[in-house]
């Protein structure tokens, strides 16, 4: 029963890293349409540019501040210089143009950092925290907080505020958002700064867990798009919700189920994403909604 | 000549075809003939000898890639710094490296083999069971040597199967059959718990290891799990085998940041059991420190190589020598976190071996001196081990020694404990 | 007082040229209509007027040219455009849709009363004031494109095929709803409509383009008594 | 200016009629021709591109012409390369091998197809990404057939005594023949009534239903021939590379296959074979320039190659060809234009287009 729980436990905290990608997912696509592919690949970038701060002396948490206000602007600058160009053409070549990007930036941070694992000192200690017999990490404690908290803010940004509103409206329909007096271009801009910022702040949550290396995130994105297409693209509780599920659901049933066991744990998502869509085309959480991949 | 040649029947019936085979009859010729005459195979000179690497370079494999290149390139840019390597024809050649990335893909490193085996007298110390294999085949037909590559597969130390091939680095059941033995001569009763990657490379440890314990009374293993190489954590799989009461774990996994955080998951977990990992993932700063080994009662790994971190080979003068040259010649600036920079530069001994004992400039000739070479100690090689490629079935390095942990590097060690 | 002035406007996308010289007038609380065939530039000249397209020639806005602003700012100016196929925000509920098109304005209160005033007009949306846009009918959908374009408050409405693949009682019910927002508001209107009687229902008068050019401009009662139009655009 | 525009149509009409009669037989003496004059290396290159080409083509019907996202096309040709990999280690054979190595990938993707397609769009992206992502570590479990990790190799299609070719011009040659055949049933097929039927399909699933034309069926016709072109393209791999692993299928060869086809030029039978030299020569290209820079350099050249040509390469040999076949963009076509020659004119600087709306 222990072991158990302490399963479902593991499933969280490891669900919990899916999630802090899933989030800088959803925010992208609600403020863009599109999904970005190099989301991960711009969160490793950011987590190595709080890790050369830190090698230079920076404390931890100001390094990770200025990766994220650095992030920010990249972002900004992706999306007014690259993306730009593709936005209002066919949206299979944008995505292609991310893959791109995520191309671009693993192999320049494989330039300038190498393809070594680099330590990356996490702002939670290490330390287990046991509770009726299951132990559990102050880190993953931690990123487990960081990440709700993110998603309640990304919540209210998107149902609550006229910042939200309007990120939203650009990305279903820049011409009539400029229409109606939207600054289209700026909030596309904005839109891809505020989702790399929060690339920032998952790629310093997980790179203690992950160690530092420039495919980092390859392996979490595909969990977290699972993610994203089970909690429904325009719910960030959805996504988070859907990345605990899949955490947990896999490891129950690596060890539980004979058939699949621990190499085809990664089934799960998928068989749990038919099942759901089968039943809610929308996702868990989503609202009905048109979506282009 | 690289390939065999038949002759033509005339076929084709079109009018165009025939001109062109004319034109084909152009192109074909002109390869093959080296500049030292007839018999010299492709690649080589009186002073220049053209190796070629395909390995890689980006990627989630690229790390060690890196090293693999860079060990070489170290070895033989300092050579050549001194004035070449002195071959067993009498001549001094320096010696070229030819290296390309295949980013793990099979595919691509078929095809930079076949952009290269016109060019390079011998492909050496590529990365990779499915990349090495994707080519084995090609390379038997053409007669290029595939040699000291970096896998552990064993069929490429099978000489009636490979006559063209040979593997460098222990074969993984060697590694794992040393542990075994280790713990069944503890004598004490022990409980072992496997976690292995679900792929040759673990199922060659764990095969070692079981058939090394097959038998002991004093061994039994309690449970036995894998994951996958592109599996994010390991938590899941740490969590249920604490539960079954192992004392020691056997852990025969590739990838640094899951060992890292095997290793602090068990302690959260307050499971603390003696702890078997593999040579090329147990670095003392990439791996043991930051998953803080010192909290087990023993870190055991099993190697041939002196790991230029630890302290008791600081000093070392091969190790001094070795780093310099990385340094300059091998175009890694950083301390080398992966083994493989060291494998690699034994690599380039082991092939300044064989090349002073070649009399003629064949790939034939070669091969013969490379399967020559016997108890030879190349740098960096820890004490009882050593290089010999006479025996078939195994690698160039076909032994290793258990080694244990000591808070800062590694002391080999005779017994368990 | 004229409220916007066109004066020899030419359009081209790319290459292709698609206004030859459009020249238009709408008085302070006017409205005008815009007739001709498939490509005869209407939609261009709406578009030319919101900033979507690259223009040549004067487009005078209160006193302003401005011509070559961008979208944004010309919306910003008080111009409102009600675009060919709806472009409502599918994605969002009625309720944001109308925020979004109050993005310009910080009274709250105003906003609040200003979406209360277009349930009001348009009944239809009331109930349906929860769901996603693209949940709703055709009619709905045009009715909250119009309810969008006038939560910003505008000075001059462009309106671009209001009818277009509507059913006509519907379509009917749409032009009442528009008559009775201009007779209420006095927004000033410039109206793209193929349906020329409907169009009559509201404007005062229209112009007609051919191939991109103004041929021909008269009061709604003098366009009405001509043959060629009412053989052309209302139907015999 | 519309007779100018006239001019260019004229001249260029003419050129196409030139084309059309002298191009294939100039295309047939060339590739009969090209393998007998290039020395071996080439022929590989040239060999592997074929591979590619096949494979990028079966990710085309799918997604380019029938427009549903796939991200898992590199699974049905690892599929084929088993196929043929266990059929020749077995003495099956050739052609029993190649006729399987089409048809269990197709009938895989058929039921795939069929759970997937009922879903729409999106669940036919994530299935899709499930095949690759799944089909490793499958791979690895069905050893016995697969060989596990450590892979398959198998040799065949040497050069036979009588024909008095080398290895690598007789394996060029059938996959050229192969390649070709298929290349040559996908053009007539897509630009026949099957095409603009799945044209239909991708522009408006409801315009198609309202017309009679189930959306369903044809989805699952055009994944089905997808993966079916992707056996095809796996029997092409193991004939070329001799060797299949696990590895083969991973998740990232095929997102790489994916920037192949938007490179090359999404539905575009060129835009097929420059997506599989794309796929084969830009490794070669960053290996030649710097081996340790590869991601780096691909990266580049990817954003490179899409911010100067959106449409992919493609849209390069488009005027020369059959030029006015204008793209699928998402263009509201923001007037109704008189001809559609000033619509393809339009298209490319139309300022403002809504992305995203209903489709």
């Known amino acids: 029963m222990a072991t158990f729980i302490q399963l479902i436990v593991d499933g969280l905290s490891t669900g919990s890293v899916y999630a802090a990608i899933a989030l800088a997912l959803v925010l992208v696509h609600q403020a863009t349409g599109l999904i970005n592919f190099a989301q991960g690949g711009m969160a490793v970038l950011a987590a190595y540019s709080a890790w050369w701060l830190l090698s230079r002396g920076v404390p931890l948490v100001l390094a990770i501040s200025a990766s994220v206000l650095l992030s920010f602007a990249f972002g900004a600058v992706v999306e007014r210089w690259l993306m730009r160009r593709f936005e209002r053409g066919d949206p299979d070549t944008a995505v292609v143009v991310t893959i791109g990007l995520l191309t671009l930036i693993t192999g320049v941070c494989g330039w300038l950092f190498t393809y070594n694992n680099q330590q990356f000192p996490s702002l939670f200690s290490l330390d287990a925290v046991t509770f009726l017999g299951v132990s559990v990490s102050q880190r993953s404690i931690g990123t487990t907080v960081v990440i709700v908290v993110v998603m309640l803010l990304l919540q209210a940004l998107f149902a609550g505020t006229k910042l939200g509103l309007a990120l939203r409206a650009v990305a279903i329909n820049p011409q009539s958002a400029a229409f109606s007096g939207l600054p289209v271009e700026r909030l596309l801009m904005v839109g891809w700064g505020l989702a790399a910022a929060l690339g920032a702040i998952a790629g310093a949550l997980v790179a203690p867990q992950l160690t530092l290396t420039p495919g980092m995130l390859d392996n979490a994105l595909v969990y977290a798009l699972a993610a994203v297409i089970l909690g429904g693209l325009s719910s960030p509780i959805g996504v988070v919700v859907a990345a605990w599920m899949i955490g947990v659901l896999e490891n129950l049933a690596a060890v539980y189920v004979p058939l699949i066991g621990y190499d085809l744990k990664v089934a799960v998502p998928f068989i749990l994403i038919f099942v759901v869509l089968v039943v809610r085309p929308q996702g868990l959480f989503g609202r009905k909604t048109v979506v282009r991949v | 000549m690289s390939r065999h040649f038949r002759s033509r029947k005339a076929l084709v019936i079109a009018v165009a075809s025939t001109l062109a085979l004319t034109f084909a009859g152009c192109s074909r010729e002109g390869g093959g003939d080296g500049a030292t005459g007839a018999a010299a195979s492709p690649g080589i000179t009186d002073t220049t000898v053209r190796l070629g690497i395909s390995t890689p370079l980006s990627g989630s494999t690229a790390g060690p890639g890196t090293c693999t290149v860079a060990g070489v390139k170290a070895y033989f840019g300092a050579k050549n710094a001194a004035g070449g390597v002195a071959f067993g024809d009498g001549k001094t050649r320096t010696v070229e490296i030819e290296a390309l990335d295949d980013g793990y893909d099979p595919q691509r490193a078929k095809a930079n083999y076949d952009s290269l085996k016109d060019d390079v007298f011998a492909m050496t110390a590529g990365l990779g069971t499915p990349t090495n294999r994707a080519w084995r085949e090609a390379a038997i037909a053409d007669e290029v040597p595939q040699v000291l590559v970096m896998t552990g597969d064993p069929l490429f130390s099978d000489t009636q199967e490979s006559p063209w091939q040979l593997g460098f680095v222990p074969i993984y059941q060697n590694e794992g059959e040393a542990f075994g033995k280790l713990l069944v001569a503890s004598g004490a009763p022990h409980k072992v718990a496997i976690l292995s990657q679900n792929d040759d490379y673990g199922a060659g440890y764990v095969e070692g290891f079981k058939s090394a314990v097959e038998g002991a009374a004093n061994i039994e293993i309690v449970d036995e799990l894998t994951y996958e190489a592109t599996d994010t954590s390991v938590d899941a799989q740490i969590t249920q085998l604490s539960a079954s009461g192992a004392d020691v774990i056997f852990n025969a996994m590739s990838l640094v940041p899951l060992v890292v955080s095997a290793l602090q998951k068990a302690q959260q977990l307050n499971w603390l059991p003696s702890w078997f990992l593999p040579s090329n993932t147990s670095s003392p700063g990439a791996v043991v420190e930051p998953g803080g080994g010192a909290a087990f009662p023993g870190i055991y790994s099993v190697s041939f190589a002196k790991a230029p971190a630890s302290p008791a080979f600081a000093g070392d003068e091969d190790v001094q020598t070795y780093l310099a040259a990385l340094k300059e010649h091998g175009d890694y600036p950083d301390a080398p976190a992966f083994p493989h920079c060291q494998w690699s530069w034994m690599v380039g001994a082991t092939l300044e071996q064989a090349f002073t004992t070649m009399t003629e400039p064949t790939r034939d000739d070669f091969m013969r001196a490379l399967r020559s070479i016997e108890n030879f100690e190349a740098p960096l090689m820890l004490p009882g081990t050593a290089v010999t490629t006479t025996e078939s079935g195994q690698p160039a390095v076909p032994t290793v020694v258990v080694q244990k942990y000591n808070g800062k590097g590694y002391d080999t060690v005779e017994s368990l404990g | 007082m004229t409220l916007l002035e066109l004066e020899d406007v030419t359009a081209s996308y790319g290459p292709v040229q698609v206004l030859d010289g459009v020249s238009l007038s709408v008085p302070e609380n006017g409205a005008v209509g815009i007739l001709g065939a498939n490509g005869a530039g209407k939609t261009t000249t709406l578009r030319a007027i919101s900033a979507t397209v690259r223009t040549g020639g004067r487009i005078v806005f209160d006193g302003e040219d401005i011509r070559g602003r961008r979208p944004d700012k010309v919306a910003a100016l008080g111009i409102a455009?009600?675009?060919?196929?709806?472009?409502?925000?599918?994605?969002?509920?009625?309720?944001?849709?109308?925020?979004?098109?109050?993005?310009?304005?910080?009274?709250?209160?105003?906003?609040?009363?200003?979406?209360?005033?277009?349930?009001?007009?348009?009944?239809?949306?009331?109930?349906?004031?929860?769901?996603?846009?693209?949940?709703?009918?055709g009619g709905e959908q045009q009715m909250l494109a119009v309810g969008r374009a006038i939560m910003s408050k505008p000075r001059l409405l462009l309106l671009d095929e209001a009818s277009l693949g509507l059913a006509p009682t519907t379509a009917k019910a749409v032009y009442d709803a528009i008559r009775r927002l201009r007779i209420e508001s006095g927004i000033a209107m410039v109206v793209v409509e193929q349906n020329a009687?409907?169009?009559?229902?509201?404007?005062?008068?229209?112009?007609?383009?051919?191939?991109?050019?103004?041929?021909?401009?008269?009061?709604?009662?003098?366009?009405?008594?001509?043959?060629?139009?009412?053989r052309a655009y209302l139907g015999g | 200016?519309?007779?100018?525009?006239?001019?260019?149509?004229?001249?260029?009409?003419?050129?196409?009629?030139?084309?059309?009669?002298?191009?294939?037989?100039?295309?047939?003496?060339?590739?009969?021709?090209?393998?007998?004059?290039?020395?071996?290396?080439?022929?590989?290159?040239?060999?592997?591109?074929?591979?590619?080409?096949?494979?990028?083509?079966?990710?085309?019907?799918?997604?380019?012409?029938?427009?549903?996202?796939?991200?898992?096309?590199?699974?049905?040709?690892?599929?084929?390369?088993?196929?043929?990999?266990?059929?020749?280690?077995?003495?099956?054979?050739?052609?029993?091998?190649?006729?399987?190595?089409?048809?269990?990938?197709?009938?895989?993707?058929?039921?795939?197809?069929?759970?997937?397609?009922?879903?729409?769009?999106?669940?036919?992206?994530?299935?899709?990404?499930?095949?690759?992502?799944?089909?490793?570590?499958?791979?690895?479990?069905?050893?016995?057939?697969?060989?596990?990790?450590?892979?398959?190799?198998?040799?065949?299609?040497?050069?036979?005594?009588?024909?008095?070719?080398y290895d690598d011009q007789w394996r060029l040659y059938l996959v050229l023949a192969i390649g070709g055949a298929v290349f040559l049933l996908t053009r007539n097929l897509v630009r026949g009534k099957y095409g603009r039927v799945l044209g239909i399909v991708k522009k408006n699933e409801n315009v198609a239903s309202s017309v009679g034309i189930s959306p369903y069926r044809y989805k699952v016709l055009a994944f089905t021939l997808a993966s079916l072109i992707g056996g095809v393209s796996g029997f092409l791999y193991m004939l070329v590379i001799q060797y299949t692993s696990p590895e083969t299928m991973s998740f990232g060869h095929s997102i790489q296959l994916l920037a192949a086809m938007v490179i090359g030029g999404a539905a575009s039978i060129v835009g097929s074979v420059l997506g599989g030299a794309y796929y084969v020569l830009v490794p070669q290209l960053t290996n030649l320039v710097d081996p340790s820079l590869t991601a780096l350099l691909q990266g580049a050249v990817l954003l490179v190659v899409l911010f100067v040509l959106p449409g992919g390469l493609a849209s390069l040999a488009r005027p020369l060809g059959r030029g006015r076949r204008s793209r699928a963009r998402h263009d509201p076509a923001p007037l109704i234009t008189p001809s559609a020659t000033t619509k393809s004119g339009s298209a490319a600087d139309t300022p403002e287009t809504e992305r995203q709306g209903h489709p």
């Not at chain 3, 200003?114 to 709703?136: T, V």
Request: charged share 15%.
């Open chain 3, 197 to 230: 009687n409907l169009a009559f229902t509201v404007v005062d008068s229209a112009t007609v383009l051919e191939t991109g050019r103004s041929v021909l401009t008269g009061t709604s009662a003098e366009l009405r008594g001509m043959d060629e139009i009412r």
């Open chain 4, 1 to 165: 200016m519309a007779g100018a525009r006239m001019t260019t149509a004229a001249l260029s009409d003419r050129q196409r009629s030139w084309l059309r009669r002298a191009g294939p037989l100039l295309l047939v003496v060339v590739l009969v021709v090209v393998p007998l004059v290039f020395p071996e290396s080439v022929n590989e290159t040239i060999a592997r591109i074929g591979v590619f080409a096949v494979a990028v083509l079966g990710l085309n019907v799918v997604m380019g012409y029938a427009g549903q996202v796939s991200l898992g096309q590199i699974f049905f040709l690892g599929l084929g390369a088993y196929v043929t990999a266990y059929g020749v280690s077995n003495d099956w054979n050739i052609v029993v091998v190649f006729v399987l190595a089409c048809l269990i990938p197709a009938f895989v993707g058929l039921l795939v197809a069929l759970a997937a397609a009922r879903l729409g769009g999106l669940a036919i992206a994530m299935v899709t990404v499930a095949l690759p992502i799944v089909g490793v570590p499958l791979a690895k479990r069905l050893s016995e057939f697969t060989g596990g990790s450590q892979g398959l190799s198998a040799r065949f299609g040497d050069a036979p005594e009588w024909s008095g070719l």
């Open chain 3, 81 to 137: 455009h009600v675009p060919e196929g709806r472009g409502t925000f599918g994605d969002l509920t009625v309720r944001e849709n109308l925020r979004v098109g109050a993005y310009l304005r910080k009274d709250r209160k105003g906003i609040e009363s200003d979406i209360e005033y277009c349930l009001d007009l348009f009944p239809n949306l009331q109930d349906r004031i929860r769901s996603n846009a693209s949940a709703l009918s």
